[in-house]
């Protein structure tokens, strides 16, 4: 890799883009991760009840939720394995690589056989998910402009739901014993992500490479004409652009990539107070939704009678209400601000929670009052978990933002694993499950909302409106000396 400073508009050129056709393109075909990942669980939770039947693989309660913690532990490995591929040979060949495994994997897991294969699978698509994680959210905020940055990541993150909200609707059909034998229905619900990755992977192909990536890694000339050429579609599309301010230019030092122990090093010793942060909302989000949403059918089937071919229904109700949070709620992340909304969200839904966890303790809920207790707990989560990995993918530098995001994915995902396991036993398998034991699941759920949100308000980081740049100076940025000379050579040779 090239030693010298490299000075650039490319970050300030992107920022000052209005919205245009390119940015929509962008966020539907990098979007869909969201929505395959929402998809995937949502299927997962459903055939729960399913797969205990003897005409599917007939799994105890305990198996199922071991089989969700399966696929998130494979969410976790493809992290860490594409977070360090992103950071070193690019976002667009990781987020290609990355859907072609999830489209492979999961087209498996439709012929497994056995508990054993099914796992397997499960583990690969799991992969190909957290993968996509790493390099999407790393793609769209080095391309979405600055002013468009929280509100479009919060909305693109609640897609997620929109992927629930299609495997709800796929799975009321599927699941349907009077439309498909129980041992056909779920396998055909694993062909539904394939679907949609197929429909969108000629539209990801056409994407760009970040320009701010190729400038980290010293490939200046390309960032510009990867640049040049979106500013000629958006001004192509009726859309005129503003003049670049020079003093916004950028000088970096392109070096070779961390490794992750370099990398932990780097960012609790340069950034532990963002570091702790971090961490702080990304776990307590995923133990939240990772518990409650893989056994949300069990609780249905097992406390209030629902039939398994009836759960769809009520997901359709929960799905919705998480899907509209993030919608209604995220251009707040950008006027009022990152801290008081972040801050509002999580300490809010936990209180929520924990209100709505004491009524089902004492009796006072049925499956219809729970569920809409459970969508209002949700719209606001919904938002909060979104807003976990906004500032997971922003408030670090540009060069290790891939790896960030994915260490911290990974960190969350492995405390978020243990919920539908631990939720599963808290359920069991006896005829009568004691609700009190599930209500001690939800009090510490509910109190790490709380203290996240505690800690948001306290250490959050302002970053609305505000260049990645600014928000995070590059780690490899260079001293003003530098960048001085640096330009000076440059505009000598142009």
């Known amino acids: 890799m090239p030693s010298r400073v490299v000075t650039s508009l490319v970050p300030a050129r992107i920022d000052r883009l209005p919205w245009a056709p390119f940015h929509t393109r962008l966020v539907v075909a990098l979007g869909v991760a969201w929505t395959l990942d929402g998809l995937e669980i949502t299927i997962a939770s459903l055939i729960g009840p399913a797969l205990q039947s003897r005409e599917t693989l007939g799994l105890g309660t305990v ?31 990781l987020f290609i690589a990355t859907l072609a495994l999830y489209l492979f994997a999961n087209g498996l897991t439709a012929f497994a056989f056995d508990y054993a294969s099914f796992v397997a699978c499960r583990f690969l698509a799991g992969a190909g998910i957290g993968g996509e994680y790493a390099a999407v959210n ?12 929280g509100h479009t990541d919060l909305a693109i993150n609640g897609t997620y739901w929109l992927g629930a909200i299609l495997g709800t609707l796929g799975e009321a059909v599927l699941l349907d014993p009077a439309l498909l034998p129980p041992h ?12 949609i990755g197929l429909a969108i992977w000629t ?5 760009p490479e970040s ?22 579609e958006v001004e192509a599309a009726g859309y005129p652009l503003s003049p670049v301010d020079e003093t916004a230019a950028v000088a970096i030092e392109p070096r070779r990539p961390l490794g992750y122990g370099s990398l932990a090093r780097t960012l609790f010793r340069t950034y ?58 995220g251009r707040f992340f950008d006027t009022v601000g990152r801290k008081p909304m972040i801050a509002g969200t999580y300490a809010g839904s936990g209180l929520l929670l924990a209100l709505t966890g004491w009524l089902f303790a004492i009796g006072a809920l049925g499956a219809v009052s729970q569920t809409i207790l459970w969508c209002i707990v949700f719209f606001v989560a919904s938002a909060a978990a979104s807003s976990a990995y906004l500032t997971c993918s922003e408030i670090f530098p540009l060069e290790i933002r891939a790896q960030a995001i994915a260490l911290f994915f990974a960190a969350a995902q492995l405390c978020g694993a243990a919920g539908p396991w631990v939720f599963g036993h808290l359920i069991g398998d006896q005829a009568a499950p004691e ?47 530098s960048a001085a000379q640096s330009a000076g050579r440059r505009r000598a040779g142009s």
Do not use: C, K
Not at 203 to 207: D, I, Q, T, V
Not at 285 to 314: D, K
């Open 63 to 93: 198996a199922v939720g071991r089989a969700a913690s399966i696929y998130l532990v494979g969410e976790v490995a493809g992290a860490l394995v594409f977070g360090y591929l992103s950071d070193r040979l690019g976002r667009r060949r």
């Open 138 to 149: 790393s793609a769209i905020d080095e391309l979405i402009p600055a002013p468009y940055r």
């Open 184 to 195: 056909v229905g779920w396998r055909l619900g694993f062909l539904l992500g394939p679907l």
């Open 203 to 207: 539209l990801r192909g056409r994407l």
């Open 211 to 232: 320009p701010r990536w190729l400038l980290t890694h010293g490939h200046v000339a390309e960032a510009e004409r990867t640049v040049a050429a979106i500013e000629r």
């Open 272 to 329: 532990p107070a963002r570091s702790v942060l971090s961490l702080s909302l990304m776990v307590s989000q995923s133990f939240l939704y990772n518990a409650i949403f893989f056994t949300y059918g069990l609780v249905l089937t097992h406390f209030y009678g629902v039939a398994p071919s009836a759960v769809p229904r009520f997901f359709f109700a929960f799905a919705a209400g998480n899907f509209l949070g993030p919608l209604t709620l």
């Open 435 to 481: 609700r009190a034991r599930l209500f001690y699941g939800y009090a510490v759920a509910a109190l790490a909302m709380v203290q996240a949100g505690v800690t948001e308000a306290l250490i959050g980081v302002r970053a609305e409106r505000t260049a990645l740049e600014d928000v995070a100076r590059p780690l490899f940025a260079a001293d003003e000396t």
